[in-house]
């Protein structure tokens, strides 16, 4: 059965850090692509990051340069380091694999 939890969200200044953790089981980790999606307020959600097994990564242009996804094999872990965070990165974000979703984790960022 797969399983996804993220933490680490939390409410941060406009300029901040956070890193978003998702710990997964239930599948072969280290052979999947992994991605992170965020909903905003009212809003669809969208892609923000994604990482392959071997590790090739892309991001939505709005977070280059920001925000790097990276992974521990090890643990089955997907990080989402996030940097220099502004008000519209706001939103749930969501660990991913397949079609399968984590429970989200709320970021906040304040102006």
């Known amino acids: 059965q797969v399983r996804l939890v993220e933490s680490g969200g939390g409410l941060v200044q406009a300029g901040g850090s956070l890193r978003l953790s998702c710990a997964a089981s239930g599948f072969s980790f280290r052979f999947a692509t992994m991605g992170w999606y965020r909903q905003a307020p009212g809003k669809q959600r969208d892609m923000v990051a994604t990482i392959t097994g071997l590790g090739a990564t892309r991001y939505v242009d709005s977070v280059k340069g920001r925000f790097t996804i990276s992974r521990d094999n090890t643990y089955n872990l997907v990080y989402l380091q996030m940097n220099a965070l502004k008000p519209e990165d706001t939103g749930v974000y969501y660990c991913?694999?397949?079609?399968?979703w984590g429970q989200g984790t709320q970021v906040t960022v304040s102006s």
């Open positions: 991913t694999f397949a079609d399968h």
